[in-house]
């Protein structure tokens, strides 16, 4: 989330232009040359992700997918049948095994990739579309070890071609709204976030629910114990703190529960016999993650993804001037609020800091994914390729949410001990006013 741009990032900008085989006189010439071309995407994933993706992809227009990429061929022969059945053109198919991405990252007419594999594929993939000179759209977290934070930050910066993790809560409706709310004064000065992502996927994602037959996603539940998905839980808290554009990460401690949530769900479900109700997993039920900024600002993050539980997110920011709760849909605002103490519905705020991009489509609401939060996170992607700018979320933002799995799984195993967040911007957090969203 940064803002002016510097001499680096002004190279970087005209450097991206010339990967991407644009007119390279003048940043601005090439984007007024370009503004209402057709946006060409490659996706690289056609599970179930990937082909929501897709489906929100054909509601943006402008945007042609001529070229898709899988493994496995029910998968892609579905997300074809999608882009078909739309009455798009039949695409190319890449399915040659699992490095067979490249040969579609060798497409001259690919403006853009979006990646939405599993998780070790992330980096490896993001890093070939920079290097391809491709926009690289990837899934969450784009990088989970500190070695591949790196590689999509030096990739970027050695390329110029943007990487955006498509952290789809930073562009939620009610969060876009706090964040208004912050950017006029409204909470004073912000001390304290807490964001969780409480979403118990045990029975669908981690294992089948059908035999319990262990995923790729279940994989890293048996030797990992980390925040494995903090991206949810922190994209909007970045931006209503200025990380990377004012202030920046400095130390955290995680701390983990016993595993007991998956043995208990297998017995439920399977009876004690099944493997799974004995199985030894290396993953604490709930991980609870404290950060302190370097302006002295906290944030506790939880992980709660193999307890029985409806879907949550816990969402709290609190400032001198006052709190947003996400929960009970309420704020308490000093000096605004009627009765002292008390909270009040946050509808009317809502309706009054309602963000820019979302009067828009109030009018209109798309259809597809999250209740038009994917939309407008894809739509901002795509108007950024499309003119050759900076994506919403740049690399930076992307690397300083997804380190976080990395430095807990550190931080547990060393007992809970205070690990240092690395600047992945060089200090430039100092220097940059923020960027995302700017536009309210
Ligand atoms: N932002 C969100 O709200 C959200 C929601 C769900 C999932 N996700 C993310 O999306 C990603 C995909 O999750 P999913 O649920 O779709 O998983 P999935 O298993 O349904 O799909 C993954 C697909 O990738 C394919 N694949 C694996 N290796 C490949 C390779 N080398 N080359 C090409 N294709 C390959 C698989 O065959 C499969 O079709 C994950 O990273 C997940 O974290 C994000």
């Known amino acids: 989330m940064t803002g002016q741009i510097n001499r680096k990032e002004f190279l970087a900008r005209s450097l991206a232009i010339t990967s991407l085989g644009l007119a390279a006189d003048s940043a601005g010439k ?18 179930n ?17 001529p070229a898709l990429c899988d493994i496995d061929l029910d998968n ?41 594999t599993p998780w070790h594929w992330h980096t490896p993939m993001a890093v070939a579309a920079m290097e391809a000179g491709k926009y690289a ?7 989970i070890t500190m070695d591949e934070c790196w590689q999509l930050v030096e990739t970027h910066e050695r390329t ?62 048996l030797r990992r114990n980390a925040d494995q998905y903090p991206t949810h839980s922190l994209g909007p808290v ?49 991980v609870t993650s404290v950060i302190r900024t370097r302006l002295g600002s906290t944030i506790v993050i939880n992980y709660d993804m193999q307890l029985p539980r409806p879907y949550d997110n816990r969402w709290m920011v609190q400032g001198t001037g006052g709190i947003y709760n996400e929960q009970r849909n309420s704020v308490y605002l000093t000096g605004r609020s009627p009765a002292y103490h008390e909270w009040e519905s946050f509808e009317p705020y809502q309706r009054e800091y309602e963000h820019r991009w979302w009067r828009e489509l109030r009018d209109n ?31 930076y933002d992307s690397v300083a949410m997804s380190v976080i799995v990395p430095l807990s799984e550190k ?12 600047d992945f911007t060089r200090g430039a957090w100092k220097r940059r006013g923020p960027s995302f969203a700017m536009d309210n």
């Open 30 to 47: 090439a984007l007024a040359d370009h503004s209402d071309r057709p946006v060409r995407v490659g996706l690289i994933g056609c599970g």
């Open 411 to 422: 931080s547990i195993a060393t007992g809970s001990s205070p690990v240092r967040f690395p």
């Open 365 to 395: 609401p798309p259809e597809a994914g999250h209740g038009g939060t994917d939309y407008l996170e894809l739509s901002k992607f795509f108007d950024a390729v499309r003119s050759r700018e900076r994506t919403p979320l740049d690399v």
């Open 160 to 221: 110029g071609v943007p990487c955006m993790m498509l952290e789809n809560w930073s562009f939620r409706r009610d969060n876009l709204a706090v964040l208004n709310m912050i950017r006029k004064g409204l909470l004073g000065q912000i001390v304290h976030c807490h964001c969780a992502h409480s979403h118990d996927c045990i029975d669908h994602w981690f294992f089948s629910p059908v035999d319990g037959k262990i995923t790729w996603g279940g994989q890293y539940l």
């Open 238 to 286: 970045l931006s209503w703190l200025n990380i990377g554009c004012g202030d920046y990460f400095d130390y955290m401690t995680s701390t983990a529960t016993r595993s007991s949530g998956i043995n208990a769900y297998f017995k439920r479900r399977f009876g004690a016999d099944h493997p799974g109700a004995r199985r030894t997993y290396a993953q604490g039920d709930i």
């Open 137 to 143: 759209g990837v899934e969450v977290p784009a990088a």
């Open 76 to 116: 892609l022969d579905a997300a074809s049948s999608a882009l078909t059945d739309a009455g798009r053109p039949k695409p190319e198919s890449y399915i040659k095994g699992p490095e067979d991405f490249r040969r579609l990252l060798e497409r001259s007419d690919l403006d853009a990739v979006i990646i939405a």
């Open 49 to 65: 992700r990937g082909r929501g993706l897709l489906g929100t992809m054909l509601t943006i227009s402008g945007v042609q997918v």
